[in-house]
């Protein structure tokens, strides 16, 4: 596929967005309203407002601007029998992408996939089909204006039975399916297709804030994890070190910013004997929950080795940040914690394509092949074979 002419399909498609930007929004308006009695997390995600069309475009040329990874030699050996042998990146294919609201991922993930050479069907959720399909239309616009065929990037509007018999069946012959959303969705996927699946798993993040630790730091660090509840890299868990000085006025401190911001505080027995604001529950099973609302859970561990323990264990391996003044612990921590993204005293909410610098990303993997973390246009290709010979043999 000729890079520049890739190029100018996403460039053009930026250009439709931003002409048609009103009716974009009023589709999404439509869908809104549709859909009146969903919860606040899902119309966070559903909503499109003039900065997520901004953001849509800022991807598109980003992305544009990347260097294209088709093509590239990976590896290139002549034998003395003068039999070349070449290994270059190519494109998985054709990949499906199913996703639960979020119309940003019709423009972001698709312009990711397409950008490193692959066809790419769309499955949206019902509640944004107006805007899905709105915003697959402007795509095909701009593929037929650039020579390409319309239906290289194509929405599916298909029932639930059709999607599952698409997944067991793989009647569109895929490549790859990538399911974007909860956790029902992802197990349905990864247990029934007969295709690799790359799972963007949940997040349900965690924080290790260390005994010694700036907790003014820490105080900002978790409030910005909560700044949006609807998204992946969104902060759940605190882990706090029980030898932090000043231990009561500290996670007070914590608490009285988070309810101030309407976020609830949860605890286990520990953190809830420590500040009576924090809502006592000691169910294990809310470790493993990812919450996408406005909540956040406390507790109180030994030291950083239980806090490592418990994360490893109950995370969904997306991110972990060590909030310490001390390099050599944290270091330690971010070898140790098996997630996809570990941080030093930072948010967690930079998880993220755009900010780790691959643009639109299609996905942020939690597994382990064939790559973890945001997955932007040079993670989307494999690789091929190229022989050149002149009749050669092997004895």
Not at 19 to 26: A, D, M, Q, W
Not at 88 to 116: N, Q
Not at 295 to 307: E, H, R, T
């Amino acid at each position: 596929m000729v890079i520049s002419s890739k190029n100018n399909v996403l460039l053009g498609l930026a250009d439709l967005l931003k002409r048609n930007k009103s009716e974009i929004l009023r589709k999404n308006a439509l869908d809104m309203d549709s859909f009146a009695d969903m919860d606040e997390s899902m119309k966070d995600r559903l909503k499109v407002d003039e900065n997520k069309v901004d953001g849509m475009i800022r991807s598109l040329r980003e992305v544009a601007e990347q260097e294209d990874p088709e093509g590239r030699i990976l590896y290139d050996f002549t034998r003395s029998d003068g039999l070349r042998i070449v290994n270059r990146s190519v494109p998985f294919g054709t990949i499906l992408i199913i996703y639960e609201s979020r119309p940003d991922v019709t423009i972001e993930a698709a312009a990711t996939a397409f950008k490193a050479g692959n066809r790419i069907l769309l499955k949206g959720g019902k509640e944004s089909f107006l805007t899905n399909t709105y915003l697959t239309e402007l795509w095909q616009q701009s593929l037929s204006a650039n020579g390409f065929d319309a239906y290289f990037v194509e929405y599916l509007n298909l029932s639930r039975n059709e999607t599952q018999q698409l997944i067991r069946e793989n009647t569109r012959n895929v490549d790859i399916i990538i399911p974007r959303g909860g956790d029902k969705l992802i197990n349905f996927v990864t247990e029934n297709s007969s295709v690799p699946v790359i799972v963007s798993g949940r997040g349900n993040n965690f924080m290790y804030v260390d005994d010694n630790c700036d907790t003014e730091m820490a105080a900002r660090l978790i409030i910005n994890g909560k700044k949006r509840i609807s998204v992946c890299n969104a902060l759940d868990k605190v882990l706090v070190n029980e030898n932090l000085p000043e231990l009561a006025e500290k996670i007070s401190g914590f608490v009285s910013q988070l309810q101030g911001k309407g976020i609830e505080v949860w605890g286990d027995k520990k953190a809830a004997s420590v500040c009576s604001r924090i809502q006592e529950t000691n169910d294990e099973a809310v470790l493993f929950e990812e919450f996408m609302a406005p909540k956040i859970y406390f507790s109180l561990v030994g030291d950083m080795n239980k806090a490592v323990d418990m994360i490893n264990r109950y995370s969904g391996g997306h991110s972990a940040v060590i909030v310490t003044q001390d390099e050599s612990k944290a270091d330690i921590f971010m070898q140790k914690v098996d997630c996809a993204a570990v941080y030093h005293n930072a948010s967690t909410r930079f998880t993220d394509g755009g900010q780790f610098g691959v643009g639109g990303e299609i996905a942020i993997s939690t597994q382990k092949l064939h790559f973890r973390g945001p997955l932007g246009t040079q993670e989307l290709v494999t690789n091929k074979w190229f022989v050149y010979g002149d009749g050669q043999i092997r004895e």
